[in-house]
Protein backbone atom coordinates (compact mmCIF):
# COMPACT_ATOMS: atom_id res chain seq x y z
CA UNK A 1 0.00 0.00 0.00
CA UNK A 2 1.55 3.51 -0.86
CA UNK A 3 0.54 6.39 1.27
CA UNK A 4 1.01 10.30 0.05
CA UNK A 5 1.39 12.90 2.75
CA UNK A 6 0.97 16.62 1.57
CA UNK A 7 2.35 19.64 3.17
CA UNK A 8 3.36 23.28 2.41
CA UNK A 9 -0.35 24.50 1.70
CA UNK A 10 -1.45 27.87 3.28
CA UNK A 11 -2.74 31.49 3.11
CA UNK A 12 -1.07 34.21 0.61
CA UNK A 13 -1.89 37.52 -1.18
CA UNK A 14 -2.13 37.50 -4.71
CA UNK A 15 1.04 37.43 -6.85
CA UNK A 16 3.11 35.05 -4.20
CA UNK A 17 3.98 31.84 -4.38
CA UNK A 18 3.99 28.49 -2.31
CA UNK A 19 5.97 24.91 -3.03
CA UNK A 20 3.42 22.25 -2.19
CA UNK A 21 4.87 18.53 -0.94
CA UNK A 22 3.78 15.44 -1.47
CA UNK A 23 5.92 12.26 0.70
CA UNK A 24 5.40 9.08 -0.98
CA UNK A 25 5.71 6.34 2.00
CA UNK A 26 5.52 2.61 0.59
CA UNK A 27 6.55 1.10 -2.90
CA UNK A 28 6.55 3.70 -5.18
CA UNK A 29 9.49 2.28 -7.70
CA UNK A 30 6.90 1.30 -10.20
CA UNK A 31 4.30 3.94 -9.98
CA UNK A 32 3.35 5.10 -13.64
CA UNK A 33 1.87 8.16 -13.05
CA UNK A 34 2.16 11.02 -10.39
CA UNK A 35 0.32 14.77 -9.95
CA UNK A 36 -1.47 17.11 -8.33
CA UNK A 37 -5.41 18.07 -8.57
CA UNK A 38 -6.90 20.41 -6.58
CA UNK A 39 -10.82 21.05 -5.72
CA UNK A 40 -12.48 25.05 -5.30
CA UNK A 41 -16.04 24.80 -3.26
CA UNK A 42 -18.83 24.35 -5.74
CA UNK A 43 -16.48 22.86 -8.60
CA UNK A 44 -15.34 19.89 -10.17
CA UNK A 45 -11.95 18.30 -9.51
CA UNK A 46 -9.61 19.15 -11.57
CA UNK A 47 -6.04 18.19 -12.63
CA UNK A 48 -3.21 20.45 -11.86
CA UNK A 49 -0.18 18.48 -13.28
CA UNK A 50 1.17 15.10 -13.70
CA UNK A 51 4.30 13.29 -14.63
CA UNK A 52 3.27 10.57 -16.72
CA UNK A 53 5.73 7.57 -17.40
CA UNK A 54 2.71 5.65 -19.24
CA UNK A 55 1.69 7.70 -22.58
CA UNK A 56 3.73 10.44 -22.95
CA UNK A 57 5.10 12.69 -26.54
CA UNK A 58 8.47 15.20 -26.06
CA UNK A 59 8.22 15.36 -22.02
CA UNK A 60 6.51 13.74 -19.00
CA UNK A 61 5.23 16.62 -17.65
CA UNK A 62 2.19 18.47 -18.30
CA UNK A 63 -0.05 20.90 -16.64
CA UNK A 64 -3.53 22.29 -16.81
CA UNK A 65 -3.56 25.19 -19.25
CA UNK A 66 -4.55 27.91 -16.56
CA UNK A 67 -1.48 27.10 -14.62
CA UNK A 68 1.09 27.07 -17.38
CA UNK A 69 4.01 29.38 -16.69
CA UNK A 70 2.94 29.17 -13.24
CA UNK A 71 3.50 26.08 -11.75
CA UNK A 72 5.74 23.83 -12.26
CA UNK A 73 5.96 19.94 -11.00
CA UNK A 74 8.84 18.09 -9.87
CA UNK A 75 10.22 15.11 -7.73
CA UNK A 76 13.25 14.23 -5.77
CA UNK A 77 13.70 10.55 -6.23
CA UNK A 78 15.94 10.32 -3.33
CA UNK A 79 13.60 11.93 -0.75
CA UNK A 80 10.50 10.38 -2.22
CA UNK A 81 8.85 13.54 -2.17
CA UNK A 82 7.07 15.16 -5.54
CA UNK A 83 6.63 18.89 -5.82
CA UNK A 84 4.51 21.56 -6.94
CA UNK A 85 6.25 24.60 -7.08
CA UNK A 86 3.16 27.52 -7.74
CA UNK A 87 4.48 31.01 -8.68
CA UNK A 88 2.32 34.63 -9.46
CA UNK A 89 -0.97 32.79 -7.38
CA UNK A 90 -4.02 34.01 -8.50
CA UNK A 91 -7.57 33.87 -6.46
CA UNK A 92 -8.71 31.42 -8.85
CA UNK A 93 -6.02 28.77 -7.74
CA UNK A 94 -7.79 28.92 -4.54
CA UNK A 95 -8.54 25.53 -3.45
CA UNK A 96 -7.78 21.71 -1.96
CA UNK A 97 -4.72 20.67 -3.45
CA UNK A 98 -4.07 16.74 -3.66
CA UNK A 99 -1.67 14.48 -4.61
CA UNK A 100 -1.88 11.19 -6.14
CA UNK A 101 -0.55 8.45 -7.88
CA UNK A 102 -0.88 4.77 -9.64
CA UNK A 103 0.85 2.22 -10.28
CA UNK A 104 -1.31 1.18 -13.52
CA UNK A 105 -2.69 4.37 -14.82
CA UNK A 106 -3.90 4.23 -18.38
CA UNK A 107 -5.57 8.40 -18.08
CA UNK A 108 -2.53 9.79 -15.88
CA UNK A 109 -4.78 13.14 -15.42
CA UNK A 110 -8.26 11.36 -15.63
CA UNK A 111 -8.85 11.31 -12.05
CA UNK A 112 -8.99 7.40 -11.21
CA UNK A 113 -5.57 7.11 -9.57
CA UNK A 114 -5.69 4.60 -6.98
CA UNK A 115 -3.79 6.28 -4.28
CA UNK A 116 -4.87 10.49 -3.14
CA UNK A 117 -3.31 11.99 -0.25
CA UNK A 118 -5.38 13.79 2.39
CA UNK A 119 -5.27 17.75 0.37
CA UNK A 120 -3.20 21.04 1.87
CA UNK A 121 -5.27 24.05 1.54
CA UNK A 122 -4.35 27.08 -0.60
CA UNK A 123 -6.18 30.03 -0.29
CA UNK A 124 -4.60 33.11 -2.20
CA UNK A 125 -6.52 36.88 -1.48
CA UNK A 126 -6.39 39.88 -3.57
Known amino acids: QVQLVESGGGSVQAGGSLRLSCAIY????????MGWFRRAPGKEREGVAF???????????SYVDSVKGRFTISQDNAKNTLYLQMDSLKPEDTAMYYC????????????????WGQGTQVIVSS
Open 100 to 115: AADFTARDCSGGDLAF
Open 26 to 33: GNSHSLNC
Open 51 to 61: IDFVDWTGTPT
